[in-house]
């Protein structure tokens, strides 16, 4: 089988919609995960390499029905973009509730370990042994925006993910690299208010810039195409002018 075996979570909208759409178009054959199968259908867009699974990130048995159909469609996993996530409530530490900490961190951080320990053992078991797995850090993963305690904190745990994801999978050819994508234009900088002015350290709000997604889908293609032999390990791609350097 010539064509590059991916799954993308996430993959019902904004960042995973385009990097699957992305990753077709290269001539990877895609499995397009989430919760909602008639956004993965608008994805798919009837793509004859496109193969829909709906799962929740955070149900274990729906993350190892999901690769098992992966396995069985196309008989190996090539590259997991572990895509889903919430940017969950704003607040601080002093207001977040534990159970609004809990949801978050369980599609944040627990369903991407779920995806990537069901990616490593099907790439451990296949014959060639190997693969990558890419994960969606943010900009958030190195500096905050104010109140966003949880999503920042589970970011930042995507970064140790990543580096021990890629140190464990050595031995069986797994890389892991981490993209940290800021201000794409997506459904969530709505929700945070960057079109209309996102909160500042300062207190103060502001327009920021927002870049095509597409670009960082093209970035993300850039890492899933590189041969076994190379990885990228951490790939920062944000909006040019963006507030990001002076953020705190």
Request: net charge negative; proline share 4%.
């Amino acid at each position: 089988m010539s064509a590059r075996i991916a799954v993308v979570t996430g993959a019902g909208s904004g960042i995973g919609r385009a990097v699957a759409r992305a990753l077709l178009d290269a001539g990877f054959r895609v499995a397009l995960a989430g919760r909602r199968e008639d956004a993965l259908r608008e994805t798919a867009a009837e793509h004859p390499d496109a193969l829909v699974v709906p799962a929740d990130v955070t149900v274990e048995a729906e993350v190892e029905a999901l690769f098992a159909a992966v396995v069985a469609e196309w008989g190996r996993v090539d590259v997991l973009f572990n895509n889903a996530g919430a940017f969950g409530p704003a607040a601080s530490a002093a207001e977040i509730s534990l159970a609004d900490w809990q949801s978050t961190l369980d599609v944040n951080l627990t369903g991407a370990l779920l995806c990537a320990g069901a990616a490593m053992r099907a790439m451990m078991a296949q014959s060639p042994q190997g693969g990558r797995i890419i994960n969606n850090g943010s900009i958030s993963a190195q500096v905050p925006r104010p109140l966003s305690v949880v999503y920042t904190v589970s970011k930042h745990a995507i970064t140790g993910l990543t580096k021990s994801i890629d140190l464990d999978g050595r031995a069986y050819g797994i890389s892991a690299g981490q993209i940290d994508i800021g201000n794409a234009r997506t459904s969530i900088m709505t929700e945070i208010g960057v079109g209309d002015g996102a909160l500042q350290a300062d207190g103060s709000r502001k327009v920021e810039p927002t870049f095509d997604v597409a670009d960082a889908a093209r970035a993300v293609l850039f890492m899933a195409q590189l041969p076994a032999e190379s990885n990228v390990t951490s790939l920062t791609v944000a909006a040019s002018g963006m507030p990001f350097g002076g953020r705190g």
